[in-house]
């Protein structure tokens, strides 16, 4: 049933891809969002109902989409954006503070998930972004976020402020923010290495209003929000990369298969054999995780419940992750460093999801409190 989701996902993909080769950013977004990916009831695979619950619809959809050949960074912000913003806020939301956003669904408005600073990343309590409540019950905000995905092109940020100064756990709150507005100042895009289709920036707020029903859930209540994001980020964000490993692990195959060595094929070598059998079991791990992760999800239970095995699923695929295009590069020989060989696959994406979504040895620490060790950041 998976399957037949992400063939016929994929097979959409490939159609909207095709029709856009070449188009912006957005365009490309808009292009894939109308096959319903980031709908909030995404469609079951054509034809006939799928019996997939949501999540594991649109876990399938991201696969397909990435299996179809969009770029990492283009996957990577669709699965940013449909699993570490939409889901999280579903239940927050009121429909109508959701209707008030636009076309989310439709790909007409792009969301940014503005938590970091140039002063502090992995420590949000760190933050100085400040939300002043004023009389009239809205608020003012003040200060800057760096290193936010989707930043320089993004319409609408969840971004988390201080509005209070102690360092507590209800110090923080959350806001959805217009950034169309001349209050925001945004960077040009950053020149970064990683998932280099989705631009990041920096985005500065100098005293925006903020009318009260722009505050997500109630005031003080940002940290506990954040750790319903970051708990979906964890279980699902590393869907992103399932599509472009199979694509990997495909041409590494066909590569090891037609290339001759010694007066044979490459993978009759069995130590070729056993490392493209190691790229199949990283991905066959990653697979089994993240979609284990969907299926509990689907079947409600709260990402809070799920944060410790959603730690330890995205160490587990974002070193795998590395590990498996480890192995294809080693295997590619010189290929592996010439662009338009083919046979070039991007080492340092798979890298950088060693540090968003939490660092992994912060999580580790995470990992090894929760196991009872007195371990603390
Ligand atoms: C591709 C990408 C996309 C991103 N998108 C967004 C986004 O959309 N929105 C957003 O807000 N942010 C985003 N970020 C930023 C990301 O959330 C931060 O990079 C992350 O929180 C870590 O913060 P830092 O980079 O400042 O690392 P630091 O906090 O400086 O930590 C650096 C490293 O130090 C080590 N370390 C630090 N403290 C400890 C400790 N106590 N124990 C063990 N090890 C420790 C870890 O190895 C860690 O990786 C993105 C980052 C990347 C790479």
Known sequence: MVENAVASAAKSARSALSRTTGADFRTRWKALAAEGLLSDAPRPPSGRAAGLGPVTTALAGIEG???????????????????????????????EVRHSLGDVAGGDVLLCHALTEEGGGSDPLSMSTSAERQEDGSYVLTGMKAFVTAAPIADVGLVFARTSADRTPFALSAFLVDLRVPEVKRSDPFRKTALTEVPMGSLTFGGVRLAPDRL??????????????????????????????????????????SREHFGRKMGSS????????????????????????????????????????????????????????????????????????????????????????????????????????????
């Open 65 to 95: 989409i990435g299996l179809a050949g969009a770029p990492a960074g283009l996957c990577y912000a669709l699965a940013s954006q449909r699993f570490g913003i939409q889901c999280p806020l579903r239940p927050v939301l009121s429909q």
């Open 216 to 257: 997500v859930g109630h005031e003080g209540s940002g940290l506990a929000l954040l750790t319903v994001t970051t708990a979906w980020e964890r279980a699902m964000l590393l869907s992103y990369a399932l599509g472009p490993m199979r694509r990997v692990l495909e041409r590494t195959v066909d590569w090891c298969k």
């Open 270 to 377: 069995h130590l070729v054999a056993a490392r493209v059998a190691d790229m199949a079991l990283a991905l066959h791990r990653s697979r089994e995780l993240v979609y284990r992760m969907a299926a509990r999800l689907d079947a409600g239970e709260r990402p809070r419940q799920l944060a410790a095995d959603a730690a330890l699923t995205k160490i587990s695929v974002a070193e795998d992750y590395v590990m498996f295009t480890q192995q294809a590069t080693m295997l590619g020989g010189v290929r592996s460093f010439i662009e338009d060989s083919g046979l070039c696959p991007d080492l340092i994406s798979p890298m950088a999801a060693s540090t968003y979504a939490g660092p992994n040895d912060l999580l580790r620490v995470t990992v090894a409190r929760e196991l009872g060790l007195p371990v603390e950041n």
